[in-house]
């Protein structure tokens, strides 16, 4: 399944985002939503005073 992001300004999108690898989820993770995009791997949330130095909400 192909996926898409609808933007307008690139250099917006690219202050707001993260280079990371991800997949849709499995059958069996019913923690998510059916096809969801989660990350692939390691991750862990932003902390605050990453989140408050983002363009994103908070």
Same mark, same amino acid.
């Given at each position: 399944m192909p996926l898409q992001i609808a933007y307008g300004d690139?250099?917006?999108?690219?202050?707001?985002?993260?280079?990371?690898? =991800?997949?849709?989820?499995? %059958?069996?993770?019913?923690?998510?939503?059916? @096809?969801?995009?989660? &990350? =692939?791997?390691?991750?862990? %949330?932003?902390?605050?005073?990453?989140?408050? @130095?983002?363009?994103? &909400?908070?």
């Amino acid at each position: 399944m192909p996926l898409q992001i609808a933007y307008g300004d690139p250099s917006a999108l690219r202050a707001r985002c993260e280079v990371a690898t =991800a997949r849709t989820t499995r %059958p069996e993770e019913t923690t998510y939503e059916p @096809g969801a995009i989660i &990350p =692939a791997g390691r991750w862990h %949330p932003m902390n605050r005073s990453r989140r408050q @130095g983002s363009h994103g &909400p908070s």
